[in-house]
């Protein structure tokens, strides 16, 4: 059936239509805002006529953006996708050439194939997924399956901000905590685009610079929030931990860091072990007499107490413990032993790293960095607040008040996505630590479910044993490994998971690998797999690294043997609600809704909405009924999930315990009578209960009164210090939020990553790397953060290739979702690429000129607009406006393929490894995707070359059945001033 037209919000209204308002939450990005969608009845029931902000809404207080208000073009885009569909028998994939089918088709092919796949050998299946927010449901999923490849988005996004920040101080920016910019006076903004917590971030910022905050703002490029800046520092890309390791310095070097927060609060004072003969090296010395705490995670560390001169156990009532200083342990156990403080060691660490040294590979003057530390340090010191808050830490010590030190940090992928971000963003958690900023008024603040462990306690399965025919995993498919022998390998150290997430080569992998699915499954590395199901990735173009050269993987075919000409991915599954570049490759296409037609949740179980003073989830309802034959991708896995019969989803007597998703998320529960499910707000028999109690039938209902969201507020005592707090910690366990109540010590020094590194050392007595990959392991797992140029850096010729080149989402669009949004693409209709004024002078390349970018992987064509908001030698681009011909429905000749172009032809999944071979572009810890290592060289493009981007697709898509018409121009188009 056709899809209905691309609607008309200027068109006049039928007669006796009624307008009607609706409260739901927004998609339009991932900052998830409440929303007051107006409807009015139309030629075929309600129509959206209006979306704007839900000033009840604790997230976005009324404010919406354009995405936001624009999600009524999207509801209407003639690119959705409206019926089941097939690849056409015979046709190649790329072809997009499809047949409709009916739902029942659709998930008996599924069934019957999943069915196999599962009775035989469970990993054969993959489900990966892009920035879809709910993977506690997709995780669930996949882990009931059976198995192991499942990831969603993280990976490619921004894993090493959560794993470098989880790993250190228990919790991270953006979901899981931010700046407090109500009470900060200092704020200190790094590597972060204006599309990350879009609205309460204009909000806050708003309010800060109005109370006469101060805001610097670190970035190669000056756009979005850096526009409002106070100071703009330009840094050379993949050069942050370089200049953070020199902050570090100086604020050690100037005593400006809060000795009694690091003595407290952290692991400084605890004694590090320094004999080098020891299989313990570099672990934490501990008393075998002392307090365990938790066995899972024992707290009987040693001091050096300055008032006695003797070690004791940390946090002794009345010691003091020397941070700096190189001691013997006396008689005793450990005697003999030589012991350093933590702080002592990091302190020898950033010697070196001076502002000079800083300076040469940042490209910021040294002075500027100088300056820089020495404000952050005086601010921290001389500005403090308190707060008339009483409150008790986890050692039993009262305290009056609440403190703070008012200088407030927030980053995001400008630091993550680089093959050095981890340690890059362990250095700016070390930074704020120092500062003493760490859950407290005016620094970082965290948000429930976290603070949580040091790691937290979910970890993934421990090798190949665990993946078994028709049987769930043992553990969840992702995790947070806190030791070698926490690792998904088989005997030979090698990966069991289709992506190599938690092997030897990425350990700390805590989101998966994503970018590198398509490249290893099409080589069959570590093995081959029959179906990939993708949900919301466009993994044929701006969610790939390598696109031209993916989009050959997903065709390509086997020759000779046995599955000649076979495709080498032989089942590929695609979810989404529109058409794209990656749906032309699939052998089944299930039309997703939009989220004005669907339920969802915001879940505590997985990525909510919560705020410093307390925990907040919500839901979407649908407002809409679904166009044409579209399906909620949670109702397709629920079906699913009922037809395999998956323990989880089935009643002990072997039926369906969930009719459809709204069911499941009311009554599912953790474990059985847990009280705890998806969502936290008026749980209990009459909804009379919060956070945990029986599934309520009327809770979906109850969220819909009340602008659909809950929120619990915290009492005052429990809103600040909650790595330490022993109320707060005493309630997130009785609601679930924390396993344990011990204190969450922030991480100074990481024995975790030392485990590793002795593991590769030989030391560990545990699992052990192989031969191949110890050298690399030692490296990179220091117990202390380091700095190293990112290795797509090291691997290129810099002389050739001397400009570094990044992209960023505009704050008018999201991914490649909004380019075809008929008001969205008017803001942005193609992209150029940002160079420097001088940069482009220099390379004989005028403003509105077309221009060449090549790196050592590709080159594309495109036209460069000069700015001064560039550092020098960096070049940028908004993402995911270039689109291939035909993709999205848009025209052929549209803008967005003509004169948009995407950077990602430039960049490589792989690099070149040491002795041959290839090794994933990520980062060697996480295996975060390193998307903003590239290196290009730019010249003009010929006066004798067409005026077009390339590369071009050889033939423009073209639309897929159920598709609407798309018409060139409409009566409320910016501009156009002739008849509807």
């Known amino acids: ?208 610079k109005r109370a006469g905050g101060r805001f610097i703002t670190i970035n190669p490029v000056r756009t979005g929030y850096s526009a409002i800046a106070d100071e703009w520092v330009p840094i050379k890309p993949g050069t942050d931990g370089a200049l953070l390791l020199a902050l570090v310095h100086e604020i050690m070097a100037l005593g400006l860091y809060d000795r009694d927060f690091l003595a407290r609060y952290t692991n400084a004072g605890q004694l590090v072990n320094q004999d080098e003969a020891s299989d313990d090296f570099g672990l934490m010395l501990r008393n075998p007499d002392g307090d365990v705490v938790n066995p899972l995670r024992p707290h009987n560390f040693y001091w050096w107490d300055r008032l006695s001169g003797q070690p004791v156990a940390d946090h002794t009532e009345g010691a003091d413990p020397a941070l700096s200083g190189r001691f013997t342990m006396p008689d005793g156990p450990l005697k003999g032993t030589p012991a350093v403080p933590a702080f002592q060691l990091l302190q020898d660490r950033v010697a070196p790293y001076t502002a000079e040294w800083a300076s040469g590979i940042t490209g910021i003057p040294a002075d500027t960095i100088r300056r820089l530390a020495h404000e952050m340090g005086i601010t921290a010191r001389d500005q403090k607040i308190e707060l008339p808050i009483q409150w008790t830490d986890s050692w039993g010590k009262q305290h009056e008040s609440v403190t703070g030190n008012p200088v407030a940090f927030h980053a995001m992928r400008g630091l993550a996505a680089h093959s050095n971000g981890f340690h890059t963003i362990r250095t700016l958690a070390i930074l704020m630590s120092l500062l003493g900023t760490i859950d407290r008024p005016g620094g970082f603040r965290h948000k429930a479910p976290y603070p949580r462990a040091v790691p937290p306690n979910a970890r993934p399965p421990k090798g190949p044993e665990a993946v078994q025919p028709d049987t769930p995993l043992n553990g969840a498919p992702l995790g947070w490994p806190e030791s070698p022998d926490d ?83 032989p089942f590929l599954v695609v979810c989404d609600a529109f058409q794209s570049e990656m749906t032309a ?157 011990d204190p969450i010590v922030i991480h100074l020094y990481s024995e975790f990553l030392q485990r590793f590194r002795l593991a590769a050392q030989g030391k560990h007595k545990g699992k052990q790397p192989p031969e191949r990959l110890r050298e690399r392991v030692a490296t990179y797992f220091d117990p202390l953060p380091f700095y190293y140029a990112p290795l797509e850096e090291q691997a290129t010729d810099l002389a050739m290739y001397p400009l570094n080149a990044v992209t960023q989402r505009p704050m008018a669009m999201y991914h490649s979702w909004d380019s075809q949004n008929a008001w969205l693409r008017q803001i942005h209709t193609h992209n150029y690429l940002f160079v420097n004024t001088k940069t482009a002078a220099a390379a004989g390349i005028a403003d509105g000129g077309w221009m060449w970018v090549e790196s050592p992987w590709g080159k594309v064509r495109c036209m460069c607009r000069t700015s001064e908001a560039v550092e020098p030698g960096t070049v940028w681009t908004w993402n995911a406006i270039g689109k291939a011909p035909g993709a999205w429905h848009l025209a052929p000749d549209a803008n967005e393929s003509q004169r948009g172009f995407l950077l990602n032809h430039l960049i490589r999944e792989e690099l070149p490894a040491a002795g041959g071979g290839t090794v994933s572009n990520s980062d060697p810890i996480t295996g975060q995707a390193a998307w903003y290592d590239v290196r ?38 910016a501009g156009w001033k002739g008849k509807r």
């Not at 509801?75 to 409206?82: E, F, I």
Request: hydrophobic share 35%; aromatic share 10%.
């Open 1 to 208: 059936m056709p899809a209905p037209p691309l609607h008309d919000p200027a068109a006049e209204p039928l007669p006796a239509a009624t307008p009607a308002t609706r409260n739901t939450t927004c998609y339009m990005c991932a900052c998830r805002c409440g929303i007051r969608v107006h409807l009015r009845e139309g030629d075929n029931g309600p129509e959206v006529r209006y979306i704007e902000g839900n000033p009840e809404h604790p997230l976005n207080q009324g404010v919406i953006c354009a995405k936001g208000s624009s999600g009524i073009m999207k509801q209407y885009s003639p690119a959705r996708l409206t019926q089941p569909l097939m690849r056409k028998p015979g046709s190649e994939r790329g072809a997009n050439e499809f047949v409709p089918v009916d739902w029942d088709t659709a998930f008996k092919m599924l069934e019957d194939r999943l069915r196999h796949l599962r009775a035989t050998d469970p990993k054969q299946f993959a489900l990966f997924t892009g920035r879809d927010q709910m993977q506690a449901l997709t995780g669930l999923f996949a882990r009931q399956f059976g198995t192991p490849n499942y990831a969603a988005h993280g990976g490619f996004c921004s894993v090493n901000m959560a794993a470098g920040m989880i790993y250190t101080i228990g919790g991270s920016f953006w979901e899981f905590g931010g700046p407090d910019l109500d009470r900060a006076k200092l704020f200190v903004m790094i590597g972060t685009a204006e599309d990350h917590h879009s609205n309460p971030m204009k909000i806050a910022l708003s309010k800060f």
């Open 936 to 973: 290009v060289r730019i010249s003009p493009a010929g006066p004798e070359e067409a005026e077009v981007t390339w590369p071009q697709a050889d033939a423009a898509m073209q639309p897929v059945p159920g598709m609407g018409s798309a018409p060139k121009r409409r009566g409320w188009m």
């Open 585 to 741: 490759y699939a052998d089944l296409i299930l039309p997703d809704t939009t989220y004005l037609e669907r339920h969802d949740c915001m879940s505590m179980l997985d990525r909510p909405i919560s705020e410093f003073d307390g925990p907040v989830d919500a839901v979407r309802i649908p407002v809409l009924k679904p166009t044409g034959q579209c399906k909620p991708f949670q109702e397709v896995l629920v079906e699913l999930a009922g037809r395999l019969k998956l323990p989880a989803f089935t009643t002990a007597e072997g039926g369906r315990k969930f009719k459809d998703y709204p069911d499941f998320i009311v009554n599912y529960e953790t474990a059985p009578g847990s009280g705890i499910g998806f969502l936290a707000g008026w749980r209990g028999k009459d909804g009379e209960k919060s956070m945990r109690g029986e599934p309520n039938p009327n809770q979906w209902a109850m969220y819909e009164q009340n602008n659909c969201v809950f929120q619990h507020h915290l009492p005052p005592g429990q809103q600040y210090m909650r790595n330490w707090n022993d109320d707060y910690m005493r309630w997130a366990q009785s609601v679930g939020l924390r396993r344990d109540r």
């Open 487 to 569: 690792l998904f390998v088989d005997a030979q150290g090698e990966p069991v998971r289709i992506d190599k997430g938690f092997s030897w080569e990425h350990p700390l992998s805590a989101h998966g690998l994503m970018h590198n699915v398509i490249t290893n499954a099409w080589r069959g590395d570590p093995y081959p797999i029959d179906t990939l199901l993708i949900f919301m990735a466009n993994m044929a173009w701006n969610s790939t690294m390598n696109t031209s050269e993916v989009r050959k993987m997903l065709n390509d075919k086997h020759q000779g043997g046995e599955k000649d000409g076979q495709y080498k991915i």
